[in-house]
């Protein structure tokens, strides 16, 4: 990833890039919304939580002895954090940082994404954000399960919880090359995975930013508003209506931050 090697952000903002969390469930579109915004943002540095997974040893163990790599605990949260701290103080990822993910595999994730976009769509978005933002340097974090730490809510300038239904979480996992494979060997492809696990950590890390604790029912609102979370308007909005609904909770914070400068 190609990092400034000086400040860009001119005053009155301040040095730390205007930070953008997207988490949710796995499979509910918090990839492709990230890869949509890091090709209109052009964000000083992106983290996803994939990338502070801990090794298959020090995963948790669930009661019927399978690894669990999704609950919460299944991430290095200090490194994570750690590594968000100091990326916000100096624009650069922390030294020694080396992401998993093969960028060729990244870029080639990204181009797919930004094709199920229309180009007119993504112009306008870019335009609006450049708007908005004013110069000020921007960065993204990305994981399941992120808001449920307050230290890491603090961290962040906006809060996108992508909710989503359970049997549309399910199709899509089911539904990616290798996955839902009834001869496989790797439980984590599974739908029994998906159950035990994915849906599992889901509804018990998250139920609390839902009335009467439901993720399928009426956000909690009160509290989304108390912790600034802006929660997806519906379960599993379509690609381009999710990326629409994050601009606009992007452009509306950094002109609401600009407004409050000013004052």
Not at 236 to 254: P, Q, S
Request: proline share 7%; net charge negative.
């Amino acid at each position: 990833m190609a990092l400034p090697t000086t400040p860009t952000n001119p005053s009155p903002f301040p040095a730390r890039p205007f930070t953008i969390a997207l988490s949710g469930c796995a499979s509910a579109g918090k990839s492709t919304t990230t890869h949509l915004l890091h090709a209109v943002l052009r964000p000083t540095f992106t983290l996803q939580q994939d990338d502070f997974n801990k090794a298959f040893a020090d995963l948790p163990v669930r009661p019927n002895g399978h690894l669990d790599a999704d609950a919460v605990d299944s991430t290095d949260i200090p490194r994570f954090k750690a590594a968000v701290r100091h990326a916000q103080r100096t624009g650069r990822l922390p030294p020694g940082f080396s992401s998993w993910q093969d960028p060729t595999h990244v870029a080639a994730e990204r181009a797919v994404a930004v094709g199920r976009v229309p180009a007119a769509q993504l112009a306008a978005a870019a335009a609006a954000l450049d708007a908005a933002r004013r110069g000020r340097d921007v960065a993204l974090i990305e994981g399941w399960l992120l808001f449920q730490d307050a230290e890491i809510r603090g961290m962040a300038d906006v809060k996108l919880f992508l909710r989503t239904a359970k049997a549309a979480a399910r199709e899509r996992r089911m539904t990616r090359p290798g996955y839902g494979d009834p001869h496989t060997t790797d439980f984590w492809r599974t739908e029994a995975y998906f159950e035990e696990c994915v849906w599992e950590n889901y509804v018990r890390n998250s139920a609390g930013w839902f009335v009467g604790g439901d993720v399928e029912g009426e956000p909690d609102g009160e509290r989304c508003r108390r912790e600034g979370l802006a929660m997806r308007p519906r379960l599993d909005m379509g690609v381009e209506e999710t990326f629409e609904w994050a601009v606009g909770v992007i452009c509306r914070a950094l002109e609401a931050e600009d407004a409050r400068g000013s004052v």
